[in-house]
Each structure stands twice: as C-alpha cells, then as structure tokens.
C-alpha cells in the first residue's frame, strides 16, 4: 500500500528515491502496510510539491499557457459533471427509466424500448471528447468539439441529435447556481481558451496519460451504475471534498513554487460558477446563502494571488 503513496511524487523522483523511501516507511512502521494519516498527508503534499517544482522546471511552455490548459482541463471537466450518468447508459445500452436525469419515461435512444424517441446521442459526449483530447494535448480536436457545445446549447429545442431533455440535466453546484449545456457562458470560455491553445503551438501543451482518465471512468460508473444523479446529496458532498482537495493542492502548489499558472483554472470556475449565481439568484441548488458563496468561491483568488508574491518574495533574497 505504501507504494500508493509514490503515485503522489513525479516519475523522476520515485526512479531516483522511491525505493529510499519505502524503505524509510517500512523501517520507520514495521508491520504496518499503512503510515499513520498525519505521516500520508505529509508525505502527500510534498508529492504535489515535488510535482508543482517538476512543471516550473520544465521550460518547454511559458507559465500562462500551462494556466490555460489547466483551465481548458477544468472547465471540460465542469460540463461533464451532470452527465456522467447519461454516458454512461448510453455507452452499455442502458435504459435508466425512472432513475434518468430530467427524464421521467424511456426509450429516448434509438435502441431504448420505450414510446419516446426524442434524440439520438448523449450531450455529455461532447464535454467528454473536449476533455479526452485536451489530456492528450490536442487543442485542434477540443475546439470542435467545445463549439459543438455552444451550437447544442443556443439550439436547445427542435433538435433530434442530442435532444432538449438531455441538456436539461441538473448540474452540481451546491455553491452556485445549477448549470446546464444551455448556459453558454461555461461553454462559450471553455470554446475561447481552447481556441487559445490551437493557435498558440499546440505542440507545445502538456500531454498526460490516459491514466488520467481513471477518475472519470470510476464517477461515471458510480453515477450510472448505482443511478446517482448529480444533484443527489451524496453526489454533491462526494465532489465538493473534490474540489476542496483541488483548491489545497493548488495552493501547496502555489507556495511551493510561486508560480501564477495555478491561479488560471481557479479564476475560471470561480468566473463561470459566479455568473450562474448572478444570472439564476432564485435556482433551487441553494445549500448557502449566497453572500457565503460568493466570499467561498472568490476568496481562493487573492490568497493564490498573494501566496505567489510571498514565494517570489522570499526566493530574492536566495
């Protein structure tokens, strides 16, 4: 289990000291295949640290358009979020009935036994391919796709291929408003730093594995396979422990290096997300007051802002 704890470190550094490690955990708890948790958050952050130092090292991109592409990864990852469970029926063929997201009958697929046939694909393909090619690094590939999603959400109603239903999926944001692929400005930003990233030498953005796609692949069997809607309760708390855990680990990130390119994909779900308070200030999904919420999503900002300027601050005098 100990070995777990390296995924947290970059692959250099467990080539170099990985085994020194395990063997200071193993001497240091024998018998135990498990450090205490104090010992696993320590030894967690400084694998994001270590990270953080490995990104900023690498010269091969300047700083804002690592930021973009972080950004472009995020907001991808913010439209998927309502139709994990619609891709995945769609994907094994199932017909969900009652439990469907916006849905209350069946047979809105082609293949569905039911009376309805009312569009032919899931929405969610589209935040889907965004996000997959985006991971690997093409941009000229997520354009499409994420101008895909602006054209489905202005042309809501009359349309067959992705139907009205599917894109009226209630979205998680127990701090904001509920977004839906009718709210053009998640897509329309995703849409402008994608285009960003295909003009700005695609060759040079980041690729990562397709490992990284584990996450997803498991939230959407969740979703689909034990019919948990987005809007459920356990749902919601599952992913706001989530984007906590994102926040801290962009600011141990931040402090570690100093760097600004982890401030982007914040101020860009804290943009989209404010937005759909301001637009939708009477939508059910309202777990907090909303002056509350406003303080939770902006306040990440000025404390990444400030972070960076102490980091910079402190390595002059080095």
């Avoid at 950004?71 to 769609?90: C, G, T």
Wanted: proline share 7%.
């Amino acid at each position: 289990m100990n070995r777990l704890l390296l995924a947290a470190y970059p692959k250099s550094y467990r080539s170099r000291q990985g085994e020194e490690l395990l063997a200071c955990l193993a001497e240091a708890y024998p018998g135990r295949s498990w450090p205490p948790p104090r010992e696993v958050a320590a030894l967690a952050c400084a694998g994001v640290q270590a990270r953080a130092r490995a990104v900023v090292d690498d010269a091969a991109r300047p700083w804002w358009l690592d930021g973009i592409h972080l950004a472009a990864l995020a907001l991808a990852a913010l439209a998927l979020v309502p139709y994990l469970q619609d891709v995945w029926h769609w994907a094994l063929h199932i017909d969900p009935g009652q439990h469907a997201i916006a849905f209350h009958f069946s047979g809105w697929y082609p293949w569905a036994g039911g009376p309805t046939r009312i569009r032919l694909l899931p929405y969610g393909l589209l935040p889907l391919g965004c996000l997959i090619a985006l991971l690997r690094g093409r941009a000229w590939i997520a354009l499409p796709a994420a101008a895909a999603m602006i054209w489905a959400g202005a042309t809501a109603h009359g349309r067959t291929l992705f139907g009205s239903e599917g894109k009226a999926g209630l979205s998680y944001y127990g701090l904001g408003a509920p977004l839906t692929a009718r709210d053009l400005v998640l897509s329309g930003t995703l849409c402008a730093a994608c285009a960003v990233l295909a003009l700005c030498r695609p060759s040079r953005l980041r690729r990562h594995s397709y490992r990284r796609l584990a996450p997803v692949v498991l939230a959407m069997f969740m979703a689909g396979s034990l019919h948990i809607i987005s809007v459920s309760p356990a749902f919601q708390r599952g992913l706001f422990v989530l984007e906590v855990t994102a926040l801290l680990g962009a600011w141990v990130a931040t402090a570690a290096t100093g760097d600004h390119r982890w401030l982007i994909p914040v101020a860009a779900v804290a943009i989209v997300r404010t937005q759909a308070i301001v637009v939708q200030p009477d939508a059910f999904m309202q777990s907090l007051p909303d002056l509350v919420v406003f303080l939770l999503l902006i306040a990440p900002l000025p404390a990444l802002a400030i972070t960076a300027q102490r980091r910079q601050g402190q390595a002059l005098p080095e």
